[in-house]
């Protein structure tokens, strides 16, 4: 299958196998970076999860690579998807998960999103990382690992594009709550058609599948705050029709029933 990149460290580092630590990014950048997710995985043989789409790209940097199947590469960047994606993967692990908003995707890869949706893509064919991710693994702990990428990616978005100021204006608001795409097109002075195409080249997804996984992604949250509450009634708190319109839109976008998965498997980062 090819070498992984592992890194090997030249002096100690603080590690505790089995750990996922969820941290915020500098306050500087909370419109472009939602969170970091550190892990540090001992091997437990084979195994294989789903990503469910989200509201964030994200990017895997990977200090000490698992052996995952051919399609997916050494710290992948997964752009905004409209289908669940399963990986499989082996071995132990080490790194932090990078979750990005369009915002901040946009600024640091430097390129339309569009080029990204629904793909899976090597970070290092969208920007220069080897440095980083060498000085991630040689950093005594999770803190300076955390400082670290604060400093990159403050001084890499500093120096990136900018989101179309209605494309961002339309993405906050589908993210907000339930809106209607030619309200939203009203809104900004577009027609229908245009806000499609822009939100398309610079986002990846068109608004009303934003919208449907925005939607989504707040009901996992709701689940999180309140997780004795009946599919019912989350249908109705999550601004779903009925309970059958939820199921339906929950199994299109996971691939499951609600009832067969409780939540989606992968990675969900709970709002702030």
């Known amino acids: 299958m090819g070498g992984w990149g592992l890194v090997v460290p030249r002096r100690n580092i603080v590690r505790a196998p089995g750990e996922r630590i969820l941290r915020w990014p500098h306050p500087g950048l909370a419109a472009h970076v939602a969170s970091y997710v550190a892990h540090d995985l001992p091997d437990a043989g084979a195994n294989s999860w789903q990503v469910t789409p989200l509201s964030v790209l994200t990017w895997v940097i990977d200090i000490d690579a698992p052996v995952r199947g051919p399609e997916i590469p050494v710290s992948p960047v997964l752009g905004l998807r409209d289908r669940p994606l399963r990986i499989e993967q082996a071995g132990a692990s080490r790194g932090i998960i990078v979750t990005l908003t369009p915002l901040g995707s946009y600024a640091l890869f430097g390129i339309p999103l569009r080029e990204l949706a629904n793909s899976v893509v090597a970070a290092s064919d969208l920007l220069p990382a080897g440095s980083l991710t060498e000085r991630l693994g040689e ?8 400082r670290l990428l604060d400093e990159y990616l403050a001084a890499r978005l500093a120096r990136g594009p900018e989101l179309a100021a209605p494309v961002r204006y339309a993405w906050d608001r589908l993210c907000a709550g339930p809106v209607r795409v030619d309200v939203l097109a009203d809104e900004i002075g577009w027609s229908r058609q245009h806000l499609n195409v822009r939100f398309r080249e610079q986002i990846g997804l068109n608004p009303r599948t934003v919208g449907r996984i925005a939607r989504l992604n707040r009901v996992l949250a709701l689940l999180d705050r309140a997780s004795s509450l009946s599919w019912a009634e989350v249908a109705y708190s999550g601004g779903y029709s009925d309970q059958a319109h939820l199921i339906r839109e929950f199994r299109a976008l996971t691939g499951h029933s609600p009832a067969e998965v409780g939540k989606p498997a992968g990675l969900f980062v709970p709002p702030r």
């Open 139 to 146: 950093a005594a702990d999770w803190p300076e690992r955390f």
